[in-house]
């Protein structure tokens, strides 16, 4: 798939979050407030922020596939981890103010009324929430891009947030009938209380994912494994390797590393070499840059140069002895 289609994807299934929760935002609201449920309308609150989280992370993808430009070298891929940072501290707004409302209804309840339309509204949230984050999940998976990760995590979170809620309007509306005279509404407001708590703790995870990747934290080790054993296969044409470095932005990587081959091959034997590695990196990575500096492997052997050295002793005694002449 080019780099137009994955885009192309990227933003209709971005488009699909929006006009989900734009629906849900009114359904859920309507009825919390018909119902008088702050648990409810605290799930109409938290999909208005995963609205708002929806448009910036329709934004963002279509910013973050814009080719590099001269104000912007290495492209504008880093806008989906902003995205990221962004959705999570929106929910950590939107999970203080349903901890506020849930808190005022327990000093001052209210009756909750029509607690089975509140259970049908959580139901069909719950529903609709699982098929769009799916579609999420599988789409900012396939094309590695962190607001569509984060977004469908904000939609997952809100299935288990729904489902709570759906369970204690269901134990009011069981409470009812199975103990006519006691009051327990006071679940509503606790129920809201744990989905604020629930919410915190997923907007903590993208916040200090965005935050690494804003921070150029190295790829993940089974990467930079990958990188280091496909080096470690190109013996004897490459002798050492060293100053491996690697970061991600977005869907991107950037990877930049030193490797020595032997002293006497030519500068157009070197490019060569130089160009099969990164055709070889683009191919196991799609989206790559990577910046390659090739030194002669002449004897002199510096610390960081015999720290990634391929070369067995009796090779690398060879190597100093014809360096020194």
């Given at each position: 798939?080019?780099?137009?289609?994955?885009q192309k994807q990227k933003a209709k299934v971005a488009s699909l979050s929006i006009i989900s929760n734009?629906?849900?935002?009114?359904?859920?609201?309507?009825?919390?407030?018909?119902?008088?449920?702050?648990?409810?309308?605290?799930?109409?609150?938290?999909?208005?922020?995963?609205?708002?989280?929806?448009?910036?992370?329709?934004?963002?993808?279509?910013?973050?596939?814009?080719?590099?430009?001269?104000?912007?070298?290495?492209?504008?891929?880093?806008?989906?981890?902003?995205?990221?940072?962004?959705?999570?501290?929106?929910?950590?707004?939107?999970?203080?103010?349903?901890?506020?409302?849930?808190?005022?209804?327990?000093?001052?309840?209210?009756?909750?009324?029509?607690?089975?339309?509140?259970?049908?509204?959580?139901?069909?949230?719950?529903?609709?929430?699982?098929?769009?984050?799916?579609?999420?999940?599988?789409?900012?998976?396939?094309?590695?891009?962190?607001?569509?990760?984060?977004?469908?995590?904000?939609?997952?979170?809100?299935?288990?947030?729904?489902?709570?809620?759906?369970?204690?309007?269901?134990?009011?509306?069981?409470?009812?009938?199975?103990?006519?005279?006691?009051?327990?509404?006071?679940?509503?407001?606790?129920?809201?209380?744990?989905?604020?708590?629930?919410?915190?703790?997923?907007?903590?995870?993208?916040?200090?994912?965005?935050?690494?990747?804003?921070?150029?934290?190295?790829?993940?080790?089974?990467?930079?494994?990958?990188?280091?054993?496909?080096?470690?296969?190109?013996?004897?044409?490459?002798?050492?390797?060293?100053?491996?470095?690697?970061?991600?932005?977005?869907?991107?990587?950037?990877?930049?590393?030193?490797?020595?081959?032997?002293?006497?091959?030519?500068?157009?034997?070197?490019?060569?070499?130089?160009?099969?590695?990164?055709?070889?990196?683009?191919?196991?990575?799609?989206?790559?840059?990577?910046?390659?500096?090739?030194?002669?492997?002449?004897?002199?052997?510096?610390?960081?140069?015999?720290?990634?050295?391929?070369?067995?002793?009796?090779?690398?005694?060879?190597?100093?002895?014809?360096?020194?002449?």
């Amino acid at each position: 798939m080019d780099d137009l289609a994955i885009q192309k994807q990227k933003a209709k299934v971005a488009s699909l979050s929006i006009i989900s929760n734009s629906v849900l935002v009114v359904f859920k609201a309507v009825i919390g407030i018909l119902i008088g449920s702050v648990s409810v309308f605290s799930e109409a609150i938290h999909s208005g922020m995963d609205l708002i989280a929806a448009v910036i992370a329709f934004l963002a993808v279509r910013i973050s596939g814009r080719q590099a430009d001269e104000g912007h070298p290495f492209g504008h891929a880093k806008v989906e981890d902003i995205s990221a940072l962004a959705e999570a501290l929106l929910i950590f707004v939107a999970a203080g103010w349903i901890i506020y409302e849930a808190i005022h209804k327990l000093i001052v309840p209210r009756p909750l009324e029509m607690p089975a339309l509140g259970v049908m509204v959580m139901f069909i949230s719950s529903a609709a929430n699982f098929m769009v984050s799916q579609r999420l999940f599988h789409v900012g998976k396939q094309t590695d891009s962190p607001a569509l990760l984060a977004n469908g995590w904000h939609l997952r979170t809100d299935v288990y947030t729904s489902l709570g809620v759906m369970v204690g309007l269901g134990l009011i509306l069981l409470g009812r009938y199975v103990f006519p005279g006691v009051n327990i509404s006071w679940i509503d407001p606790v129920m809201a209380i744990t989905v604020a708590v629930m919410i915190l703790r997923a907007a903590y995870h993208l916040a200090s994912s965005a935050v690494q990747d804003l921070l150029d934290k190295s790829t993940s080790s089974e990467e930079k494994a990958w990188i280091q054993n496909y080096l470690y296969n190109l013996y004897p044409t490459v002798r050492s390797f060293h100053k491996l470095r690697t970061r991600k932005a977005g869907d991107a990587r950037f990877v930049d590393l030193h490797i020595a081959v032997h002293a006497q091959m030519t500068v157009s034997d070197s490019h060569h070499v130089a160009d099969q590695i990164m055709a070889d990196f683009r191919t196991h990575f799609p989206h790559i840059d990577v910046i390659l500096h090739i030194e002669p492997c002449d004897g002199s052997c510096s610390s960081a140069c015999t720290s990634g050295c391929l070369l067995s002793a009796e090779e690398r005694t060879e190597a100093v002895t014809k360096g020194s002449k």
